[in-house]
């Protein structure tokens, strides 16, 4: 929590000092107001001094008005400061799980990155705000009372010995059994985010095998272990402020007690006795405050160890120190070079994985040529295009794009050199133009309907409300299945870039429809290199290539007809959707 701490807030060092002078001023402040009461009743009251009461008085008032203006200062400056710190912090985060690969995301998993990103931030972020308003003056306040109380008098200042250590002990077996219980509240409600998430999502297959009951069930199951966890919390918190003032309570009246007799004997002033309890009024306050904080730091503790765990992180694939530059590429209008893709003996295993999901995987993919990749489920078809722009790093091997190693060169430039469209066509809340931006943020609406007509999407874009402004909810929920697809496709293909990666993207789309597009992108992409994953057999029988995998391996390479005649695995999979009829077609 310092580290984090310390890093954040060194931006606010100038406010933070402003913060602490006027905190110290406005505790001295306070330390002085009993001492001028109890002159008050000593010079004034007891000699009849009018003028003295009324000066000092005065002065009091004067006092007063000038440490609630410095109250306010410093409580506006420390609530900019701990609401800039929280953004700071949210920001880090963010732009640290944008450079994390798949392999992190999947190692805190989505709903705890939002959980840390949200809840912890603010955890640390209200500590933040109350010690820059509160638990700084709570020190001053007990060792100023406790050296003003000594000052007033000696004998009876023995029962601060007492009392202190006491409040303390206190504390410290509070804090001992709370920060175990925080430390688990925060994983609990990773796991309420986690099944709330998986909820929102697979709500339609909740609903179809009618599993409404049992979701609500697993739900009430993680929110009552939170509520179980929480309850014993606040039950151990709940001691402590009636203990806490019942000891200030027993220990006024022992002031009392012992201060009437000293003041009796004639061996302290009145006056000194109405300053010391209100010395010991504020220290006793003080440490109240400081078990009210105490309530909150060792939750943001917690969290600031879970923030500091996401920012420790180092992806596993991340830019080299030195990129190597990569080739210019011309323009599609000089012909378009570049977009080779070369595996070399590429071998790839999951992290902690024993066995290697890719084996020796070698192969060729040209400027002009469509190579397609076929298999059985499971065979890392995938996982092979996922390796083109460095989802993840090889472990064996290498993936070269216009021949050099995507290792050594800067992910952005390697980026920009590929079209992507995922298996799961995932689209942004906003409008169609917003969306197919994301592919060049410069694009004419020309160029989007260019793109739009390519990838057979012009049609029902056309139909919607609005053309290119209509609105696309989180998700792409409000478009059909085909529908996003077509729409991610045209993102891609705002892009304009020299290789294309089609990852099982045609199967949400009827056949009329899949082979106008997949000529679409034979005519208007004839420069480019396209890789295209797909389960549908019509779908890449005319590619120049088709690569056949099986295991991680690439157990065929040719093109239909070739492996048609030669390749056991391919046939398998030709015959299991066609007709020997339609195969040879």
């Known amino acids: 929590m310092i580290r984090l701490l310390r890093t954040y807030l060194r931006p606010y060092s100038t406010q933070i000092l402003i913060v602490l002078g006027l905190l110290l001023v406005q505790s001295i402040g306070n330390l002085y107001l ?12 007891a000699k009849g001094d009018n003028d003295f009461i009324l000066r000092t008085g005065g002065f009091m008032l004067v006092v007063t008005l000038v440490l609630g203006v410095a109250s ?27 450079s994390f690969g798949q392999v ?8 705890s990155l939002i959980t840390r990103n949200t809840n912890d931030v603010q955890q640390v972020q209200m500590v933040v705000f109350m010690t820059l308003t509160l638990i700084i003056t709570a020190p001053i306040l007990i060792i100023g009372g406790i050296i003003l109380a ?26 001992y059994r709370a920060i175990p219980l925080f430390r688990a509240m925060q994983v609990k409600l990773d796991r309420i985010n986690q099944v709330m998430r998986e909820t929102l999502s697979g709500v339609r297959v909740i609903r179809a095998f009618v599993r409404t009951r049992d979701e609500e069930e697993r739900f009430d199951e993680a929110s009552l272990d939170l509520f179980d966890t929480s309850i ?37 002033p009145i006056g000194n006795l109405t300053a010391f309890l209100q010395y010991l009024l504020q220290i006793m306050f003080s440490m109240l405050m400081a078990v009210f904080m105490f309530v909150f730091v060792p939750r943001a503790a917690v969290s600031a160890g879970r923030i500091q765990e996401v920012l420790d992180t180092e992806p596993l694939v991340r830019d080299p120190e030195q990129p190597r530059p990569m080739p210019a590429i011309a323009g599609a209008s000089d012909g378009r070079v570049g977009g080779r893709v070369d595996f070399r003996d590429v071998e790839f295993r999951y992290p902690g994985a024993e066995d290697p999901v890719l084996h020796d995987l070698s192969f060729t993919a040209r ?30 091997g290498a993936v070269l794009v216009d021949e050099m190693d995507v290792r050594e060169v800067d992910r952005s430039d390697l980026w920009r050199r590929i079209g992507l469209v995922p298996q799961k ?51 792409g929920t409000n478009v059909s299945g085909g529908q996003r697809q077509r729409l991610a496709i045209a993102r891609a293909l705002v892009k304009k870039a020299p290789i294309y990666v089609f990852d099982d993207t045609f199967s949400a789309v009827d056949f009329g429809t899949d082979a106008r597009l997949r000529a679409a992108l034979d005519r208007e992409l004839g420069w480019a290199t396209r890789i295209i994953v797909a389960q549908r057999v019509g779908t890449i029988m005319n590619a120049d290539r088709i690569l056949v995998m099986d295991a991680g391996r690439i157990v065929g390479e040719g093109t239909h007809a070739e492996l048609l005649a030669g390749n056991e695995t391919y046939q398998e999979i030709v015959y299991s959707q066609l007709t020997e009829a339609e195969a040879v077609a």
């Open 367 to 396: 400027p002009g040529e469509t190579v397609a990749i076929v298999g059985s489920t499971g065979a890392g078809k995938s996982t092979l295009v996922n390796l083109i722009p460095r989802l993840y790093d090889v472990t064996g």
């Open 34 to 45: 009993p001492t001028l009461n109890g002159d008050i009743i000593n010079d004034g009251v």
């Open 232 to 268: 014993r919390v606040n039950r151990l918190f709940a001691l402590t402020i009636p203990v806490m003032t019942g000891i200030l309570n027993l220990s006024t009246v022992a002031v009392m007690w012992f201060g009437a007799m000293r003041v009796d004997s004639g061996q302290m």
């Open 104 to 111: 992190e995301v999947n190692q805190f998993g989505p709903a």
């Open 150 to 175: 000594i000052r007033q008098d000696v004998p009876l200042s023995g029962l601060l010995v007492v009392v202190l250590p006491i409040m303390a002990v206190f504390i410290g077996i509070i804090m």
């Open 72 to 98: 306010i200062i410093a409580v506006y400056l420390g609530a900019r400061t701990a609401m800039g710190f929280g953004r700071d912090v949210r920001s880090a985060i963010f732009r640290k799980v944008e």
């Open 425 to 475: 066509a995932f689209l942004f809340s906003g409008t169609v133009a917003d969306n197919l931006r994301y592919g060049d943020e410069d694009a004419t609406d020309e160029e989007l309907w260019r793109a739009l007509e390519i990838a057979q999407a012009r049609d029902f874009v056309e139909e919607m409300e609005g053309g290119l402004e209509a609105p696309i909810t989180q998700g």
